[in-house]
T-cell receptor, first 117, second 115 residues
Framework: DAGVIQSPRHEVTEMGQEVTLRCKPI?????LFWYRQTMMRGLELLIY????????DSGMPEDRFSAKMPNASFSTLKIQPSEPRDSAVYFC???????????????FGSGTRLTVV | GEDVEQSLFLSVREGDSSVINCTYT??????LYWYKQEPGAGLQLLTY?????DMKQDQRLTVLLNKKDKHLSLRIADTQTGDSAIYFC???????????????FGGGTRLMVKP
């Protein structure tokens, strides 16, 4: 497996524009997580899905953020409208649903570095 | 829920040993992990330890678990400049009100290795 795939790797956009970040989890993994990382706040969990269903979105900063998982192999995180304070690195991670999958922990993607100017 | 604390920074000289510490509150975790994040990259699993173990050694890495004090540490022997990274401890266990394979991460310790 190629691992967790995120795109794009870098995104620069103007304030007010819509931004869509994409993630392909590892095939067969039941859980998908979106994280945001900044120097000030560290690693923050935004939302996670189990079997394509959003379970906990309490970490989503505000209504400008939305996430979907239309099928087991694809998820998006959308920011509309974007603001400079959304500048961060956004990570996607996945893990299988069996207890034995805990042996391997989460697999993280390489992240999307978002800059809103 | 799990509260996890790590110191923010650690600076060592090349060749010295590094010890990165983590304290936690929830003792029910089965797996305890150390992740490494190199500049510009995602987090990668470095090693893990079962909760019924006190120590695990893997080449230059030694993980120590003190369940009584709820303290997890990662020792890197003969630290190299390539070890410069952010190190995260993480713990398995369900978040309150939810089930499943959830991990809780510490805030990360930035290790700087000076030549």
């Amino acid at each position: 497996d190629a691992g967790v795939i995120q795109s794009p790797r870098h995104e620069v956009t103007e304030m007010g524009q819509e931004v869509t970040l994409r993630c392909k989890p590892i095939s067969g993994h039941d859980y998908l997580f979106w994280y945001r990382q900044t120097m000030m706040r560290g690693l923050e969990l935004l939302i996670y899905f189990n079997n394509n269903v959003p379970i906990d979105d309490s970490g989503m900063p505000e209504d400008r953020f939305s996430a979907k998982m239309p099928n087991a192999s694809f998820s998006t995180l959308k920011i509309q409208p974007s603001e400079p304070r959304d500048s961060a690195v956004y990570f996607c991670a996945s893990i299988g649903g069996g207890f034995g999958d805990l042996l391997y922990g989460y697999t993280f993607g390489s992240g999307t570095r978002l800059t809103v100017v | 829920g799990e509260d996890v604390e790590q110191s923010l920074f650690l600076s060592v000289r090349e060749g010295d040993s590094s010890v990165i510490n983590c304290t936690y509150t929830d003792s029910s975790s089965t797996y305890l992990y150390w992740y490494k994040q190199e500049p510009g990259a995602g987090l990668q699993l470095l090693t893990y330890i079962f909760s019924n173990m006190d120590m695990k050694q893997d080449q230059r890495l030694t993980v120590l678990l003190n369940k009584k004090d709820k303290h997890l540490s990662l020792r890197i022997a003969d630290t190299q400049t390539g070890d410069s990274a952010i190190y995260f401890c993480a713990f398995s266990g369900a978040r309150p009100g939810n089930a499943g394979n959830m991990l809780t991460f510490g805030g990360g310790t930035r290790l700087m290795v000076k030549p």
